[in-house]
Every structure is written in structure tokens, then in C-alpha cells.
């Protein structure tokens, strides 16, 4: 049993299917070719693992633990899988208390809105405008958006792990009376209609990884965005990706007709974040070993278990690890992007 590669995005793990998972995963090392996570920094290379299995045992984790404790001893249920950044002094007063334990990637969701231009957009329409989330995980940053920030809009969240929107479904969606739909399916191969969002939403989503290019991939992904916004409409886009990715996602934009407004570099407030969240990070990495058996197991558990640790630590950017180190030294940056469909445009 391989974790990394293994598991699909239509399932949804209970938490008795991801005890035999792990211990599978742990037995499974007696006859392991390689060792694909890196102990020192938790890294894994691009050919090692797949994206529909990562993020299904990461969701399939997060609803199984329920309730854990923070750092500070409260207790929230873990459903914002986005790095996020402190929030920088010149957008003006931060929306997101400073004491709630998420608030680094409820953050990332409210900067998406943070643009002059989209605060006039969204006015001169009261309020009512309609967003697409293009992988929108387990739709927690779509609940705040309804709930806190675009209080008169609605939200249609995508994403193509099962996991993240039976959980959208279960925790999100019967509080907003309607206004958040939450729908299982590829963001390239959308069934939505030609100019339908005011807004098309993209969170720290899994595309544009690759270092210097854009893929087959990351165009039917843009395409899509382009197709779906009305004329007029805004792409609002964050993520930590390769710095020299940017460039050519920006030509890639511009070549299917779409206008690049503004870039906010957050790198440095990224860091940050990692820096102020790393022991909330550190006690639910700690509450996530301590829950499944097959950690427990003489030797292969306690070697499986440590490499769980750094992978899980990497895959949330904590000090020390290969993702956080990438943007200390520039070889990723978080920017926040705006990009708009031109007027007169049509799909």
C-alpha cells in the first residue's frame, strides 16, 4: 500500500478504512524498493506521488479527527488546507480575528477580495455576485466568503476530491440557505455554463507547479476560468508556486485573451505565517500520529511514523521543511493575483 499513489479521489475513508490504510502503509515498507519521503525536510518528488491520493488521505484525516486542539489548548475542526500569510499592513484592518486558529487561510481567502477594483465591482452590484471556486477543498473558505465577507453573494465550490466536498456538504452548505452549492468534478472539464461568475476563485489549488512552464493541464484549467467569468469579470488567484512559473502563467493568461490587473507579492507575510502557525501545525501533526495504530508497531511503525511526520509537516510549509525552505530562498513566492476578462469578451 502505497499512501502517495494509492488512493482515490471518489472515495471517502472512514476513519476504521484509514487505521488498515496506514497499517498497510506501514507493513508495506518491508518490501519498499525506495523511500520516497526525504527524512530530513519531508520532500517528495513530482514522479512519487499523485495529487487525487494525497489529497484524499489528507481529507479523509481531517474529518476523522474531528474536533483536535490547538496550540493554545481550543479546539476547532481542521478544514482550511491553505497555507496562507499574515495579513499584510497596507490592505487596511485584517476581517479575521486574531486569535482564531485558521486564520492564516481564512486570510488567503479574504485577500482574494482585497482589490480596489473588485470592492467597486462587487458594490455597484450590492453585494449580489456569483463566485466559482476551482478546487475549493473541504469549501471552508467558501463558507467564510458567504458568511463573513460577500455576505449577499453566491458560491458555487469545486473541487475533485469526494472527501473535501462530502465534508463542504456536511459542515458548510446547510448553513447558507441555498447559497453554497458544492460540486465533486474536474475544474478542467466543467459542466457550468458560458459566462455565469462574476468571480472565478483559485486558492493555493494543486496546477501551475511546474518550474518555469505551464502544462496541458494549467490551460484547460485557465480556459475554463475564461469560459465560465462574465464579461467584465475578475480571476482572483493566490498560491505559493515556483517564482519562475509566474511569468510564463501571466503569458498564458494574456495569450486566451485575459488582462493581468494587479500582483501582490506575500511572500514574506507567507513566511510569517508559517513561522506564528507552526505550533498549532506541530499538535495536530502530533494528534494525527498518535491516533493510528500502525505508528505503534516495533520498528517499521516508529520508522513510518517519523516520515509521516516531516511529510505532513512539508505538505503544510512548517519551519525546517523543503515547501517552507523553497520560499525562503526564493525559489517560490505567494502572490496574489487579479486578472480580468475583458469587456466585450465572450466564451
Request: charged content about 25%; proline content about 4%.
Amino acid at each position: 500500500m502505497d499512501v502517495l499513489t494509492a488512493l482515490s479521489n471518489k472515495s471517502d475513508y472512514s476513519k476504521t478504512q484509514l487505521q488498515f490504510i496506514i497499517g498497510a502503509w506501514v507493513m508495506s515498507s518491508l518490501a519498499e524498493a525506495r523511500q520516497k519521503i526525504d527524512l530530513k525536510n519531508g520532500d517528495v518528488e513530482e514522479d512519487d506521488y499523485n495529487k487525487q491520493s494525497i489529497y484524499s488521505l489528507l481529507y479523509a484525516l481531517y474529518r476523522s479527527m474531528g474536533e483536535v486542539r490547538s496550540d493554545d489548548g481550543g479546539r476547532y475542526e481542521f478544514t482550511f488546507n491553505t497555507w496562507g500569510y499574515t495579513w499584510p499592513s497596507d490592505w487596511g484592518p485584517c476581517p479575521i480575528p486574531s486569535n482564531d486558529p485558521q486564520r492564516m487561510g481564512k486570510n488567503a481567502y479574504a485577500g482574494l477580495y482585497h482589490f480596489d477594483l473588485v470592492k467597486e465591482y462587487i458594490k455597484a452590484r450590492e453585494g449580489k455576485v456569483h463566485i466559482v471556486e476551482m478546487g475549493c477543498g473541504t469549501g471552508a473558505g467558501a463558507h467564510l466568503i458567504c458568511s463573513k465577507i460577500l455576505p449577499q453573494c453566491t458560491y458555487e465550490a469545486v473541487d475533485m476530491q469526494q472527501a473535501g466536498i462530502n465534508s463542504c456538504k456536511r459542515k458548510f452548505v446547510p448553513e447558507l440557505g441555498g447559497r453554497l452549492v458544492a460540486t465533486c468534478g474536474d475544474a478542467t472539464k466543467l459542466g457550468l455554463g458560458d459566462s455565469v461568475a462574476d468571480f472565478v476563485a483559485v486558492n493555493e489549488t494543486h496546477v501551475t507547479e511546474m518550474r518555469g512552464r505551464t502544462t496541458e493541464e494549467d490551460e484547460r484549467f485557465f480556459k475554463t476560468a475564461w469560459r465560465i467569468l462574465k464579461p467584465g469579470g475578475f480571476l482572483v488567484w493566490g498560491n505559493a508556486i515556483p517564482d519562475s512559473t509566474w511569468a510564463p502563467c501571466f503569458e498564458l493568461l494574456e495569450s486566451i485573451g485575459m488582462k493581468v490587473i494587479e500582483v501582490c507579492d506575500v511572500t514574506k507575510e507567507a513566511i510569517k505565517a508559517r513561522d506564528e502557525d507552526k505550533r498549532r501545525i506541530d499538535a495536530f501533526v502530533e494528534q494525527i500520529l498518535s491516533t493510528f495504530h500502525g505508528f505503534k508497531v516495533p520498528k517499521l511503525g516508529e520508522k513510518r511514523r517519523a516520515l509521516a511526520e516531516v511529510a505532513l509537516k512539508n505538505f503544510a510549509r512548517n519551519p525546517g521543511t523543503r515547501l517552507y525552505d523553497n520560499m525562503v530562498d526564493g525559489t517560490d513566492s505567494y502572490k496574489v493575483v487579479l486578472v480580468q476578462k475583458p469587456l466585450g469578451a465572450q466564451a
